[in-house]
């Protein structure tokens, strides 16, 4: 099994004033910790670049990154030290594996302190640029329902909602779909079951939970498919390769590629829409 190369070159990015759409964000969310939301989100985010989409990853666990550990990488910088005004974002960006671009967290930082914000015009210009270099973003999101959770979710054009089959996990991904519904009532969200025994549980699952939302939150939750329990998940963690290249015909790996085609006929959005970053800044840097 081999680990991806770590590289530090940056992703080839429209000029600062090129026009076009922006790329679509996903926030992969649970409400829930320990559910293996990181672990779908780089795969997918390695899957959707196999299938020649351009893939920038936002580890958004703020002073708590994983993306990194899964990968087995050392970034120099962060987003962390974007948002102070440290480095560039063009700095902070570096290739993963198959073409996969990333935005690396750091850990042990506290969240006021990420967010103390330097030149926030240029940031916000330099984020706007990035938008632009890419199809899809996907966001890897802390663990619980905290405004530096949430706050990425609303920000979002869609989320994907991670949950295991186990009632704590069920009930903290209808709170997280209850809180940001309240927030942002246009979100399209979707939930995906991960570490399922079977095809047939994960619809259950699905089932339940969409009657539950419908009834209590009058919307609807879109089934986005499952992951199946698969041991070939914990080999990846422990040697810091995606199970979609170190175990491509995994039983995991083959349900990540079915949940990436899904997402492959994604449209643009608007270009006059706020993008990711927009939302994302008007938000956080007014509270600061």
Partial sequence: MTKPQDTTTSPALPADDAPGPRA?????????????????SLNLAVELSRLGRRVLLVD???????????LGITPRFTLEGVLRGDCSIFEATLEGPEGLTILPAASGIGESEAWRAGDREALQADLARLERGFDLILIDTGAGISSKVTDFVVAADQALV???????????????????????????????????????????IHAKFLQIVSRFLNMSIEDRGHVLE???????????CPFVIGAPRSPAARCVADLARAFVGVASPPSAAPGLFRRLLGRRLSDS
Avoid: F, H
């Fill in 24 to 40: 679509t964000a996903v926030a992969v969310t649970s409400g829930k910790g320990g559910v293996g939301k990181t672990n779908i």
């Fill in 230 to 240: 698969d041991p070939a998940v914990e080999q990846a963690v422990r040697t810091q």
């Fill in 162 to 204: 991670v949950a295991v089959p186990e009632p704590t996990s069920i009930a903290d991904a209808y709170a997280m779909i209850k809180v940001v519904s309240g927030m942002r009532p246009d979100l399209r969200a979707g939930l995906v079951v991960n570490r399922t025994r079977s095809p047939r549980e994960a619809y259950d």
């Fill in 60 to 70: 958004a666990d703020l002073g708590l990154a994983n993306v990194d550990i899964l």
